[in-house]
């Protein structure tokens, strides 16, 4: 079964550095999207992407975000100057023409 | 308006039992309502979806109930097994066609069935 591969699984970084999450969606999808989730809350909306630019975005995406599809198979995000609330797993999620969202196994953003 | 609501927060089944978890939306323009499972460490997973036309959905052990003019959806879990154990979510979508559809979430229901 086709699959979302996010790297790294797991990562720490300092308040204030830049981390970029990466992701490889479903290849024959057209929708991209970046969710999260801090521990034990629920899942909530980042942004989503489409045609290469952006659909839609969450409050939460201010200017410290951005994303990329920088070639024909990866998605990224990033965080240009990381905040210790910033901590959270980030989920990456693909869809294609019809309904049902895949998503990827989620990178664990740790800011110290 | 774009709250999803979910209950209860957790939830203990024994095995063989029936497991209920209840979701309600505001905004009428939903018109996907899929549900989510999570174990730790993971992504959420799609267990089954309804569209507002029908009442009711079922695949397998685990059905959808649809109540249009309450605005609320349930997800029951038949004979529920230790193997069902984890988070489930709720989620609410607006399905345009030709665009991205973000995801609405509920809180979330941690579930556990015991032996």
């Known amino acids: 079964e086709p699959e979302v591969t996010q790297t790294p699984s797991h990562q720490v970084t300092q308040m204030g550095q830049e981390v970029i999450l990466r992701c490889v969606p479903i290849?024959?999808?057209?929708?991209f999207y970046w969710y999260r989730q801090i521990l034990g809350q629920k899942v909530e909306f980042l942004v989503s992407?489409?045609?290469?630019?952006?659909?839609?975005k969450s409050e939460i995406f201010d200017d410290q975000f951005s994303v990329e599809r920088p070639d024909g198979s990866n998605f990224t995000l990033k965080i240009r100057s990381t905040k210790l609330e910033d901590s959270a797993m980030y989920f990456c999620?693909?869809?294609?023409?019809?309904?049902?969202?895949?998503f990827g196994s989620g990178t664990r953003l740790t800011v110290v | 308006q774009q709250q999803v609501k979910q209950s209860p927060q957790s939830l203990i089944v024994q095995k063989g039992g029936i497991s209920i978890i209840n979701c309600a939306y505001e905004?009428?323009?939903?018109?996907?309502f899929p549900w989510y499972q999570q174990f730790p460490g993971k992504g959420p997973a799609l267990l089954i979806a309804?569209?507002?036309?029908?009442s009711e959905k079922k695949e397998g052990r685990f059905t959808i109930s649809f109540n249009k003019s309450a605005k609320q959806f349930s997800l029951h879990i038949m004979d529920s097994q230790p193997g069902d154990s984890a988070t489930y979510f709720c989620?609410?979508?607006?399905?345009?066609?030709?665009?991205?559809?973000?995801?609405?979430f509920g809180t979330g229901t941690r579930l556990q069935v015991t032996l």
């Open positions: 999620a693909s869809t294609g023409a019809y309904w049902g969202y895949t």
């Open positions: 290849s024959n999808h057209l929708y």
């Open positions: 992407f489409y045609n290469n630019e952006i659909s839609e």
């Open positions: 905004n009428t323009a939903f018109d996907y």
């Open positions: 309804i569209r507002p036309d029908v």
């Open positions: 989620a609410a979508s607006i399905m345009n066609t030709g665009t991205a559809s973000k995801l609405t």
